[in-house]
């Protein structure tokens, strides 16, 4: 639930930054077709439900991914916001009070995500519940309404008119209207019905239950409400004269007078009405050249905004680090593929300065040692994903523990360490005889298959069964040569059979 509850909340960052810009287009095409917002902000909902999307050099968009699914498990949880001053002021904050402490047993993140995803879903559904109270009081309470034409109801308990209903919608009027100002009530809430507009609104509403915390939404939600009523007055008036829209306005200003009628989100009542009077009232009919900039202007906020930005290609300088970083006077090189956690006895030594990064771009990053073997130390960095034993996929980018190799350890034999152990015991039963083909080993034994992989003087790894297939019958991390004591590395804890054995050490 908290990786959906992150999704969401990613969704709706990004989707913060398309709500700016239409707010800011609203303020400078105020004189624009008034169909140009409902448009715009129904490109805004798309960039709220749409989880994925396509990658492009025209994105405006700082960051698709702001919190990245696995900071509830990192040793320093960090934001990618897209933009560095942003991340430079919130980073040590976040850091200083929710990095975990190596003692304890949950990761503070772990809490905070999972309490803010229970939250999220209280408040969703507490959204769901006022909406469906409301829609049914409302209900109840039109009940006894009379039909006057097709789908027009009139009512003594309506004080102003509404629409009501998503599959068949209905038109409530009050008692006492009649005239003029029926007829121009009536033209309204048909248009309304005409622009699908009692579909839109209640989208509208689900989208802020889902990202009711997002306070860009609740602006979204309200402006969008008022340019449905705007788009709507437009298209009523377009072909009315100037006394015809004068009338239109009082019919407008009558219906605002006394309108306490009980808020629900999935009905129509008349709001905004001041803005939509100075509106109706100041109408000239666009120009050709304001309709082209606005149909111009949906298109490119389109593109920028429903895009993400492009992440490096899998060729990108960036993918291809330089080889060394030197900490305590000792240079390290050649990382391997990274681990989702630390091997047994790492433990954090700092975090690497300029002068040890030494332009890897790991600057920042928190490395960590072991004392029981000084010839690889770990970072904390950003790496592609592991999709077998030798593969990464450099598209995926992640934060995991990366090893680093001393540089000159093994005298250019590559042998296998503990630190492969663990790494490789995580593929589980994917594990083959290619797999371990990279280190130097001992034939030994009779009749099965039986290759020795000497790792120190106390450990030892035993493989053994018919060469011929690709699953060994068995991968057993000894303790010393004599494989007496051994945990098989595909199935069991191995952290927990190197805590007993090198602590009894």
Known sequence: MTGIFLKVVNMGIAAGWLVLAVITLRLVFRRAPKWMMPVLWGIAALRMVLPVSIQSVFSLIPSAETINPQIVYMQEPLIHSGIDSLNAAVNPVIVEAFAPDPAASVNPMQIVVAVAA??????????????????????????????????????????????????????????????????????????????????WKPIGYLLLSLHWYNPAVWAAYALFCRDLELACDERVVRDLSAGQRADYSQALLACSVCRRLPACPLAFGETGVAERVRNVLQYKKPALWLIAAAVVSCAVVAVCFLTNPKEPA?????????????????????PNMPAAQLPYGYTCAGTLDSAQAADTGTEGCAYYTSPY???????????????????????????????????????????????????LAAFGEAL??????????????????????????????????????????????????????????????????????????
């Open 373 to 423: 073997n000084p010839d690889c130390i770990y970072v904390y960095q950003e790496s592609g994903t592991p999709i077998d034993p030798h593969t990464l996929d450099t598209t995926r980018r992640q934060w995991a523990y990366q090893q680093w190799i001393r540089e000159g350890s093994g005298d250019g034999e590559n042998r296998l360490t503990l630190e492969e152990v663990q790494r």
């Open 118 to 199: 229970a939250c999220w879903i209280v408040g969703a559904v507490l959204m769901l519940g006022y909406m469906t109270v409301s829609y049914l009081r409302l209900k109840s309470r039109v009940r006894t309404a009379v039909r006057c034409a097709d789908n027009i109801f009139q009512s003594e308990y309506v004080p102003s008119p509404f629409v009501l209903g998503i599959v068949h919608p209905r038109i409530y009027l009050p008692f006492g209207m009649e005239g003029a100002e029926r007829a121009y009530v009536i033209a309204h809430e048909q248009a309304h019905l005409k622009r699908r507009d009692h579909w």
């Open 314 to 334: 899998a060729d990108d300088s960036r993918q291809h680090l330089p080889p060394m970083l030197t900490v305590n006077e000792v240079r390290y090189a050649a």
């Open 432 to 505: 083959t005889w290619e797999d371990f083909e990279r280190y130097p080993y001992v034939e030994t034994g009779s009749g099965l298959y039986i290759q020795v992989y000497e790792i120190d003087e106390l450990f030892s790894v035993w493989i053994g069964g018919v060469r011929l297939t690709d699953t060994p019958l068995y991968i057993y991390l000894c303790a010393g040569r004599d494989p007496q004591e051994q945990v098989e590395i595909r199935t069991q804890d191995v952290s927990a059979f190197l805590d007993a054995h090198l602590r009894a050490g």
